[in-house]
């Protein structure tokens, strides 16, 4: 890992960095206070402008103080601030601090191991983005008291004790999300409210993202952030509310034929999957909760996994190995198993796992969200059976 980070360094020095005229610069300049003189030698500094090139610097840390020139950016731009010191990996155990490039100078003053907490001034973005942070102080430290013992090994996220600290992780990180949802709302002319955007699609339904996306200046949308959320709207429009859920034949676990239309007149869930996928497998005994809830009112789930293995017997095994330890005994089909005829996650556009689909009792879908940050499937079945 050591070696890996000094040919990250290395690659930094070596980058071609934008020329400039000093008159077309900003400075920006911080004190980062830190327990030992030697604990901060570096602080690097990185952006991908709007046309995609790249940018990086450095700067030397003398008694916790450091600075150093970027050029001025016509259109808002986000940058990434992470430090090292003696020991390279260092500064990577910290989450780094966002940056917002335009025309003013940018100051910083914080603590090396709250990087993400430092104070930010300089410029609307910088400054409304510093307000936000700042509120949601307490949860981040919370959150990084929770994640100090499982990142040291000394509790293992797979015990009884791991999983409590991942829950109360995951209700701090909900109120975070919940805040930044406000930002955007608040604040649709802020080149912030992209930034998080991009940032936050996994807290979204498909159609509030795009919802959300068009509610923003339209400026915006021609940057790269802003088209490659453009891109990934287009490419889930494919499940977009009130469509058709498309249709398709696979065999289940135990060896009985399976069509999606056999479910009409069933509200169902669509479950993509992996038994290689983490937060996959963290995602299960909620929806167990919610199968044992509404299963008597005719509710389903169909998982479909896309399995990895060396050979179609290794992803079966593995597939079938995992429904057994999870315990997840509804409808389970593999996509593996004639992908060649049709692939479900290719038709579905499925980038990322898991994605989860509800689908009412007429086919039409009702919501598409990705990972399980939020309760918008909880909220849609309670609308549907009432409690």
Known sequence: MRKFWNLIIAGALSFPVLSFAQGDSLLVSGILKQGTADQIQKVWFSFTDHDGQDFRTSSNVMSGAFQFTVPKQALVIDGMLRFTGADPMNGVMYRPLNLFIHKEDIQITGQHDELELAVVS?????????????????????????????????????????????????????????????????????????????????????????????????????????????????????????????????????????????????????????????????????????????????????????????????????????????????????????????????????TGFPTKILVDAQGKIILRITASATDDIDVALRNIYGY
């Open 122 to 350: 300089g410029g609307e973005e910088n400054n409304d983005y510093n307000a936000l942070r700042q509120s949601t102080a307490d949860i981040t430290r919370k959150v990084t008291a929770l994640y100090e013992p499982l990142i040291k090994g000394e509790v293992k996220s797979d015990t009884e004790e791991g999983k409590n600290l991942m829950k109360e992780m995951s209700i701090l990180h909900r109120q975070e999300y919940a805040a930044q949802k406000k930002f955007i709302v608040a604040y649709p002319d802020s080149y912030v409210s992209l930034f998080l955007l991009y940032r936050l699609k996994n807290i979204y339904t498909s159609d509030d993202y795009a919802k959300t996306f068009n509610q923003l200046n339209k400026s915006y949308q021609s940057t790269r952030v802003g088209k490659e959320i453009q891109n990934n709207i287009q490419r889930e429009a494919v499940t977009a509310k009130g469509t058709i859920a498309k249709t398709f034949e696979r065999t289940t676990a135990i060896g009985k034929p399976f069509k999606l239309e056999d479910l009409r007149g069933k509200v169902f869930l669509i479950d993509f999957w992996g038994s290689w996928c983490g937060p996959c497998r963290a995602s299960m005994p909620h929806l167990l909760e919610l199968y044992e809830k509404y299963q008597g009112k005719g509710f389903e789930i169909v998982g479909v996994a896309q399995e990895r293995g060396k050979t179609p017997e290794e992803a079966n095994e593995s597939w079938k190995k995992a429904i057994d330890e999870l315990g997840i005994h509804w409808v389970n089909v593999l996509n593996n198993e004639n992908k060649e005829q049709f692939d479900i996650v290719k038709s579905y556009a499925i």
